[in-house]
T-cell receptor
Framework: AQSVTQPDIHITVSEGASLELRCNYS??????LFWYVQSPGQGLQLLLK??????LVQGIKGFEAEFKRSQSSFNLRKPSVHWSDAAEYFC????????????FGGGTRVLVKP | EAGVAQSPRYKIIEKRQSVAFWCNPI?????LYWYQQILGQGPKLLIQ????????DSQLPKDRFSAERLKGVDSTLKIQPAKLEDSAVYLC?????????????FGPGTRLTVT
């Protein structure tokens, strides 16, 4: 069975500073990896996804993530955060054999200081 | 295009009462998902439909939870009787199909409080 760990529950970052959110997964085969963002009172919005190919993937809102198979990681980065990036971020792993079933991590809440 | 619609947005009930949530997926989306998101945790899949058939309900507490998707469009999720630990946000999502290449689109959720 697949699982996802997001080690950081909360991260506080200053506006304009860089941001990196960690994600580690466990899955026996090639994973399909996703990052979602959830703003207060909103549903989840897909930021980016990795299926295969280039291990550095670009997403919306200036986010990127890098897949590292040797470390079982899929960390999310943004070079310069904006106040509007304050939200909760979820990493998820999908399994082809499981019909698009997603397993989510516990989430990382990002606070942005002015 | 319209997104995934859910109602109600908020619901407060007492334990042992029943409650139902409604979801209208994006038009043309064959696959529909219900997730439970407990405060401080990531969403957990409860049930997945492909058209009006169940693909996965392995994590649905079937003694109290039920779901249906009549005619392969709208879906309802019911809890009867509710317990305190059912307090959570219930998210509905839909996708074109059940392949992992299809993006899941999420609704705003229904926040349930059981007192």
């Amino acid at each position: 069975a697949q699982s996802v760990t997001q080690p950081d529950i909360h991260i506080t970052v200053s506006e304009g500073a860089s941001l990196e959110l960690r994600c580690n997964y466990s899955y026996g085969a090639t994973p399909y990896l996703f990052w979602y963002v959830q703003s207060p009172g909103q549903g989840l919005q897909l930021l980016l996804k990795y299926f295969s190919g280039d291990t550095l993937v670009q997403g919306i809102k200036g986010f990127e993530a890098e897949f590292k198979r040797s470390q079982s990681s899929f960390n999310l980065r943004k070079p310069s955060v904006h106040w509007s990036d304050a939200a909760e971020y979820f990493c998820a792993v999908g399994a082809a054999a499981a019909g698009n079933k997603l397993t989510f991590g516990g989430g990382t809440r990002v606070l942005v200081k002015p | 295009e319209a997104g995934v619609a859910q109602s109600p947005r908020y619901k407060i009930i007492e334990k042992r009462q029943s409650v139902a949530f409604w979801c209208n997926p994006i038009s043309g989306h064959a696959t529909l998902y219900w997730y439970q998101q407990i405060l401080g945790q990531g969403p957990k899949l409860l049930i997945q439909f492909q058209n009006n058939g169940v693909v996965d309900d392995s994590q649905l507490p079937k003694d109290r939870f039920s779901a249906e998707r009549l005619k392969g469009v709208d879906s309802t999720l019911k809890i009867q009787p509710a317990k305190l630990e059912d307090s959570a946000v219930y998210l509905c999502a839909s996708s074109l199909g059940h392949s992992e290449t299809y993006e899941q689109y999420f609704g705003p959720g229904t926040r349930l409080t059981v007192t």
